[in-house]
């Protein structure tokens, strides 16, 4: 259950916080704080048996029938991603109560930063492909989330979309990938897929199933050519940067490529692509950070370079290399958070980031200088540090490395790398602290206090420790991580910072040296620079997206012409075509078993029945008379129910017409009197053969099936286990609330939506063209003198009491006789529908004391909260449970839980059916007081 906490932890702080968002700041720090340090200790806790090989596991079934599974586990690779992901994550949190302003939403922004962290531990601890998708997904939502926190900031919505854009686009790919590569491995259990890289590099779709999977890591991990949203994801607040770059969303990418490296690597696909990748994406961004000027840009585009370099080094394929891209990540994390909360520090207390406008703050912002010295020191490479230990053993692997049969263009390129990374991390720590203080925006900066200051020099003390002591502080972790990345043992480990003079000493000293003397140069090559011609990314995307946007609308436009008739014929002759592919394959030819003799009653119904439907059609366009006729179909069709012995879908029928029927008519009263005729006699011709031909399909169908022999079916494991199993003798509700429940729930969510959507429809129908319209339909002759008739509206309310009191009677009486939730909701609706239609929609919306809204939400919530309630007592989700007890006065009942979920749906049928009733009565009510000067 440990690892179940893990994942649970900061979802719950994310709810928590969303539900206390009017505390204090201190107290939103506190939960943000406390779910992410809970999480550590378990963390270090489940640690020792991680590393010793016994790794922690757990799996529940989810829907097996896919192959999901919420099956996660803590091997030593999960372990290090989950440990930075939480240890920087509880840093974070204390920095940004510090940095952010007393103004700022604190609720919404950790509990957005929960949400991220949630999504990423997820990644991390997932043992199954298809949770990690879920996740995956997921971290792209929650960063766009925190990316466009400051939402009243054009940059900021700009660069949340972009990165939404890019990194859902890939997770697209990812998804396709992934599920390809579990149908080839034949499990999506990731130890079982690791297990079989040889059937699978074997496979004629490795090539499409390697290139899906790396369009999904390289969007996420910014590169080349995807690297362009991560500048314009630094409109965040510089805490969720610092974490984003350091231990998060971009680091997801590297996560994947180490997670699938047994199964994916190995081959020249995988070298020839990945590498190049990497290399590239190494040159190109440090190249640029070298020229930026914004500080959060110059660390921006460093993170695109660091994370080509550990693209680069997975791409290589040797476990030597997969230790060094493992150490380094380890040693990014902690120079790239740091620098970015100093980047935060400087931010807050000179007013800019503009490094042309800093200068000199060593001497009056000590301790911050120091820090951020020492993460640039890391970050460029240099000893004592742990940045320096990773950056020779890259070095030395790309000694080894041969691509495109050229031993050296590997070695030289990364040693430019090198040497740009050096320049640029130099360029920042003396630019900032060293000479002359110019101007800023702050009279007399300082150091900050320890909310602020102390997570980063934490994080810069830990990138000094890991040059000082490796063995002691990295070793063990990244020997195991490296074992669980290639799939062997752990390698024998040497971490120092001298390792005599070789190749990559040579390399690392040449960088240097040629970077300081690069930066003596820097401004003869800034203004070389300056006049290249460099595309902009961003333009770029911005022109492709409006291209796309326009491409799309043309296809809209000409697809979606404004014709329901041309939309319905479509509908239904895609189907009746289905329905006659499917009978022409299968063959439905009609059964051998004998008819029943129809009675003269079942025949006259029949009749009126095919009668009225002939009506509806023949007096379409008088709509009140064709009303009617509807009605006589819906009685037909309930007394066909009570011949058949079905007394709950009667029930339902009768309470079903009712409701629409009287909906139907407050929506014909916002209709015109005479409508037009709209189709021609050619088109109802074609309509009419379309009508006959798919209703004489659907009589054959029912035909050839109740002519059938009746087999055993599912209906007699329903007779036999409702009351046994469920507690009720009403067979139908018992399988609406408990064996079939799962479906019942997704239907009301669904009637929820439907509910949403007619009131986002109707809402605006009372202004612009459509309420124009509305106003010169309304006619006078459809109006009654008097308005709210006094017999109607005493009738009524002296109704309610007793119509609320028959749907709480049926309510309680479904369980195990006809009725249920659903009758009775629409009993209230009627109750509810008769005061409206009595009193008027004034006096009616005074006295409510719950809206509609509020209605739908709280019955979808009671419903999932019945299903999740039996998950604690270890039943499967929507079980239900029952029992007899006797009351006082009342004698023996029977209660099952089952009647709490019925509440719910009970709410969201009211909820839905009130929502289309007081919206149709809210349009005319606004376009009849709308002044005539607004009419116009």
């Known amino acids: 259950m440990a690892l179940l906490a893990l994942i649970f932890l900061p979802f719950a702080a994310a709810v928590l916080l969303g539900v206390t968002r009017h505390a204090s700041r201190s107290a939103h720090v506190g939960i943000a704080a406390g779910a992410s340090g809970a999480g550590l200790a378990i963390l270090l806790a489940q640690a020792p048996a991680a590393l010793a090989g016994m790794v922690p596991t757990i799996q529940i079934g989810w829907i097996p029938a896919l192959g999901l599974d919420l099956s996660l586990w803590l091997d030593p690779l999960a372990l290090l991603f989950a440990g930075l992901i939480l240890a920087i994550g509880l840093l974070v949190v204390v920095y940004a109560h510090g940095y952010l302003g007393k103004e700022e939403p604190s609720a919404r922004f950790f509990s957005f930063l929960m949400l991220f962290q949630g999504a990423m531990l997820g990644i991390a601890l997932s043992r199954n492909v298809l949770l990690m998708l ?47 590569l579990g149908k080839v491995a034949g499990s999506y259990d990731l130890s079982t897929i690791l297990a079989r890289g ?93 020229y930026r000027y914004d500080l959060k840009a110059i660390l921006a585009y460093s993170t695109i370079s660091q994370l080509g370099l550990m693209v680069m080094l997975l791409g290589f394929g040797t476990a030597a290399a997969v230790t060094a891209a493992v150490f380094h990540i380890l040693n990014h994390a902690a120079f790239k958070a740091a620098l970015f909360m100093h980047a935060g520090v400087i931010d807050h207390e000179t007013g800019t980031r503009d490094i042309r406008r800093l200068g000199g703050l060593a001497a009056v912002m000590p301790l911050t200088a120091t820090l951020g010295v020492l993460a640039a020191a890391a970050m460029a490479g240099l000893p004592p540090t742990g940045g320096f230990i990773s950056k020779e053993m890259m070095l030395e692997e790309t000694t080894h490395a041969l691509l495109g049969g050229q031993h050296l263009l590997v070695p030289v390129l990364a040693t430019i790398a090198a040497l740009l990374s050096a320049a640029y991390s130099l360029r920042y720590a003396v630019w900032l602290h060293a000479g002359k203080r110019r101007t800023g925006e702050v009279a007399h900066p300082h150091d900050p206090g320890a909310a602020m200051l102390g997570p980063p020099a934490l994080l810069a003390a830990l990138a000094l420790a890991l040059g000082l002591a490796p063995m002691t502080l990295a070793a063990p972790l990244v020997a195991a991580a490296t074992a669980a990345v290639t799939g062997t043992r752990e390698p024998a480990l040497h971490l120092a910072l ?235 509700n018992v399988t609406l609330v408990d064996f079939r429940a799962f479906d019942t729930l997704g239907e009301i969510i669904v009637l929820g939506i439907a509910g949403l959507a007619i009131f986002a429809l109707l809402e605006p129908a009372a202004r612009g063209i459509a309420g124009r319209r509305l106003r010169e339909w309304r006619s006078s002759e459809l109006f009654s003198s008097e308005r709210h008739p006094m017999m109607f509206v005493m009738a009524a309310r002296l109704l309610l009491p007793l119509v609320l009191l028959v749907g709480f009677y049926l309510f309680l009486r479904g369980h195990n006789q006809p009725g249920g939730g659903f009758v009775a909701a629409l009993v209230f609706s009627i109750a509810i529908l008769l005061q409206y239609l009595a009193s008027g929609f004034d006096w009616t919306d005074e006295r409510r004391r719950i809206g509609e809204h509020q209605l739908i939400g709280l019955g979808v919530l009671i419903a999932a909260a019945t299903g999740l309630g039996s998950l604690l007592f270890g039943a499967p989700f929507l079980s239900s449970s029952f029992g007899h007890f006797h009351l006082p006065v009342i004698g023996d009942v029977e209660l099952a839980t089952a009647m709490l979920f019925d509440l719910g749906v009970a709410f969201v049928v009211v909820g839905a059916v009130t929502m289309a009733l007081a919206q149709l009565t809210h349009v005319a009510q606004r376009a009849a007081r709308q002044p005539p000067e607004e009419r116009a």
């Open 498 to 732: 001298w390792h005599g003079i070789n190749p990559a000493l040579l390399m690392s000293v040449g960088a240097v040296a040629a970077a300081i003397v690069l930066l003596f140069r820097y401004s003869a090559t800034a203004r070389i620079v300056a006049y290249l011609p460099a595309p902009d990314a961003k333009n770029l995307f911005d022109r492709g997206m409006e291209m796309s946007v326009a491409a799309l609308r043309h296809a809209s436009d000409w697809l979606h012409r404004a014709s329901l008739q041309r939309y319905l014929f479509v509908l239904f002759a895609v189907a009746l075509l289905l329905g006659l592919d499917a009978a022409v394959r299968f063959a439905l030819p009609a059964g051998t078993a004998p008819t029943t003799v129809a009675s003269p009653i079942a025949v006259i119904a029949w009749a009126g029945l095919i009668a009225a439907t002939v009506a509806v059609v023949a007096v379409d366009r008088r709509r009140f008379l064709a009303l009617l006729f509807l009605g006589v179909i819906g009685l037909v069709m309930a007394l066909a129910f009570v011949h058949l012995s079905a007394p709950d879908l009667a029930l339902t029928q009768i309470a079903v017409e009712v409701v629409t029927i009287v909906l139907m008519l407050l929506a014909l009263h916002l209709l015109p009197h005479h409508p037009p005729r709209l189709s021609g006699a050619g088109r109802r011709v074609r309509d009419a053969a379309l009508g006959l031909a798919g209703g004489g399909g659907m009589g054959w169908l029912a035909w050839a099936i109740m002519t059938r022999p009746m087999r055993d079916g599912i209906s007699r494991f329903h007779w036999e286990n409702s009351h046994a199993g469920g507690g009720g003798d009403n067979v139908v």
């Open 198 to 290: 040889a059937l699978v590099q074997a496979s004629p779709l490795y090539p499409v199933i390697l290139l899906l999977v790396l369009g999904g890591a390289f969007t996420k991990s910014a590169q080349f050519p995807f690297h362009f949203w991560l500048p314009y994801a630094m409109a965040a607040p510089t805490p969720v940067s610092a974490y984003l770059h350091s231990a998060t969303m971009v680091k997801a990418g590297v996560f994947l490529l180490a997670r699938l490296w047994p199964v994916l690597a190995g081959t020249e696909w995988w070298f020839g692509i990945v590498t190049s990748v990497g290399l590239a994406t190494m040159l190109f961004g440090a190249g640029v950070a070298l």
């Open 134 to 180: 879920v996740f995956w997904e997921l971290t792209s939502l929650s960063s766009f989330l925190l990316i466009g926190f400051w939402r009243d900031r054009a940059d900021a919505r700009q660069g949340a979309r972009m990165a939404l854009t890019v990194t859902g686009g890939g997770g697209l790919a990812l998804i396709a990938g992934l599920v390809l």
